[in-house]
């Protein structure tokens, strides 16, 4: 049984998410969601895939919260012709010495963007799924633990094609959210254009990453009650039996792997932490429900057709599904 959670800690925790939260929007204007789904995963320890055209800050956002955490962070510009060593890193010959060493790629911080991961090919693609699972990278036979925390943010960009390569179901599980952007309000267009006419301060750090990690394990003690564990269950297991379970179930030929229940169970722990509670009701878990599972669920040929999107097959199987 995990130590329950004193008031104090939810304090000193809320108190310092709204000091993320502060700072956080003196580079980044709007975008609510991706903020949430941010720290959603910060807190949770996932990784999250940020998918939206060119230009709405998902960079800057990634870049921010590292910042603000007072972390490393690599950034990771894929490209067709990128290498896994280019990543992970490679054995290097030292000529002094005539021996090899070992020299660590990009992926050696505690936030990694990886900026347009769709245009990387799919064996350097495959390179990051031992990082991002199991924390670690394998070289010359020699396993190097990854820093903590550690997490990955990696961008898409859905409207180009050309020198792309869709990600493999395998790799798109291990994202625990998939965040997808879209264009700002009018008013939050301006507000963008008169923060880039003033000098930018200098960003201080928040907090460190020992804080990060004590909010991790913070965040594992959440409580989640049996009935709320068996509500996620079902909902996961409605995506596999979706054409019994609501009509626009059809359209959905793959539901969702174990891994969905334990991202909404995370997810879940995350949004009640951050709402100032020591315990998931229901209304945390719907609160990402696009987020765990848009990537998870693959849609027939018939839903591209008739523009079915993920997000409505999503509302419909929580809507045949009772809550606790």
């Not at 955490?69 to 510009?77: D, K, M, N």
Request: hydrophobic residues 45%; proline residues 5%; aromatic residues 6%.
């Amino acid at each position: 049984m995990a130590t329950p959670i004193k008031p104090s800690e939810i304090e000193q925790t809320v108190a310092l998410v709204e000091d993320l939260s502060r700072s956080y929007q003196t580079r980044v204007v709007g975008q609510t969601g991706l903020w949430w789904s941010l720290l959603a995963g910060l807190l949770a320890g996932g990784h999250v895939l940020l998918e939206s055209v060119p230009g709405l800050a998902k960079t800057t956002a990634a870049r921010t919260l590292a910042q603000l955490c007072g972390g490393s962070f690599s950034r990771v510009q894929c490209t067709p012709d990128l290498l896994a060593s280019d990543i992970i890193g490679t054995q290097v010959f030292d000529s002094s010495r005539s021996a090899f060493y070992t020299e660590i790629g990009p992926i050696n911080a505690n936030f990694v963007l990886v900026d347009e991961v769709n245009r990387a090919n799919t064996k350097t693609q495959s390179a990051m799924l031992e990082a991002m699972q199991e924390r670690q990278v394998t070289l010359a036979g020699q396993v190097h633990r990854l820093p903590e925390p550690f997490i990955v943010f990696a961008t898409q960009n859905p409207i180009e094609q050309e020198g792309t390569y869709e990600l493999p179901e395998a790799q798109l599980d291990r994202f625990m959210l998939k965040e997808v952007l879209t264009y700002p309000s009018q008013a939050d267009e301006l507000a963008i254009m008169d923060q880039a006419d003033r000098e930018a301060s200098a960003l201080a750090a928040v907090a460190d990453p020992d804080q990060i990690v004590a909010l991790q394990a913070l965040t594992r003690r959440v409580h989640i009650d049996r009935s709320v564990k068996n509500y996620i269950v079902r909902l996961v297991a409605a995506t596999r039996e979706a054409k019994i379970v609501t009509p626009l179930g059809r359209y959905i030929e793959y539901g969702a792997s174990p891994r969905a229940s334990l991202a909404f169970q995370a997810a879940g722990r995350a949004i009640a932490l951050l709402s100032g509670r020591d315990h998931v009701v229901p209304e945390d878990v719907k609160y990402l429900r696009y987020q765990v599972l848009r990537h998870r669920l693959i849609l027939t040929y018939e839903a591209v057709a008739d523009s079915v999107r993920p997000e409505a097959v999503i509302d419909a199987v929580f809507a045949a599904t009772p809550a606790p």
